[in-house]
């Protein structure tokens, strides 16, 4: 299946993670992190808008920002999060949807149109 990264928890918050006092400074020891919540997994298939076979479906898209990857390295983006590729409707009138497989991770864009801007640069 593919994963989602963990994410706090918020409905166990951690009281005081700086160790603040009335005053507004922090006791934290010299090496001391602030506390954390308990971290809890995402379930893909719970944020998804619907199933289709065996797609999770996203939809509607409204906006994109394409980073791409080798290995750990980045070496492009297409939007950001000043100017995102955005979605609009189709000429048919569909707005477009994210299609992703769980079991192997692999999405693909159904419907709608892209507008990519004047403005966009390959960084």
């Not at 000429?91 to 692999?106: H, I, N, Q, W, Y």
């Amino acid at each position: 299946m593919a994963v989602l990264p963990d994410v706090p928890d918020i409905s166990k918050p951690v009281d005081n993670p700086y160790r603040v006092d009335r005053h507004g400074a922090s006791h934290l020891a010299k090496d001391e992190t602030p506390r954390e919540a308990s971290r809890r997994k995402q379930d893909l298939a719970r944020i998804a808008s619907a199933k289709f076979k065996n797609f999770l479906v996203f939809h509607p898209i409204a906006q994109i920002i394409v980073i791409g990857t080798m290995g750990r390295a980045q070496f492009g983006s297409f939007g950001s999060v000043r100017q995102p590729i955005s979605s609009l409707s189709s000429f048919d009138g569909s707005k477009m949807a994210l299609l992703v497989d769980p079991r192997t991770g692999e999405m693909i864009f159904k419907g709608g149109r892209y507008d990519l801007s004047d403005q966009i640069q390959m960084v």
